[in-house]
Nanobody, 119 residues
Framework: QVQLVESGGGLVQAGGSLRLSCAAS????????IGWYRQAPGKQRELVAAITTSDSTNYADSVTGRFTISRDNVKKTGYLQMNSLKLEDTAVYYC?????????????WGQGTQVTVSS
């Protein structure tokens, strides 16, 4: 079964760090663009960061300079390093990726991982 599995969320104090992982599993040829999104209670899901197959990246203004997105193509895994976390970073974080399969390309979402930043 093809899926994206996230890990690394948790509870952290403001100013702390967390590293999220997004691993693609199943019969996958390659993982293409990877995006990290987040959704806070009562708010719309928003793009946090994205990375292409050529390692081109883009970030939301609110996380620029604090978050770093990266990828390991051999492990078919994406990462989001989050530093200097703020209370407003509290949200469920979702991984999204275009996966190349035997029969074509399909977009997948992970199940989400909770990040809670406390004061």
């Amino acid at each position: 079964q093809v899926q994206l599995v996230e890990s690394g969320g948790g509870l952290v104090q403001a100013g702390g760090s967390l590293r999220l992982s997004c691993a693609a599993s199943g019969s996958i040829r390659s993982i293409n663009t990877i995006g990290w999104y987040r959704q806070a209670p009562g708010k719309q899901r928003e793009l946090v960061a994205a990375i292409t197959t050529s390692d081109s990246t883009n970030y939301a203004d609110s996380v620029t300079g604090r978050f770093t997105i990266s990828r390991d193509n051999v492990k078919k895994t994406g990462y989001l390093q989050m530093n200097s976390l703020k209370l407003e970073d509290t949200a469920v974080y979702y991984c999204n990726a275009d996966l190349s399969l035997r029969w074509g390309t399909r977009n997948y979402w992970g199940q989400g991982t909770q990040v809670t930043v406390s004061s």
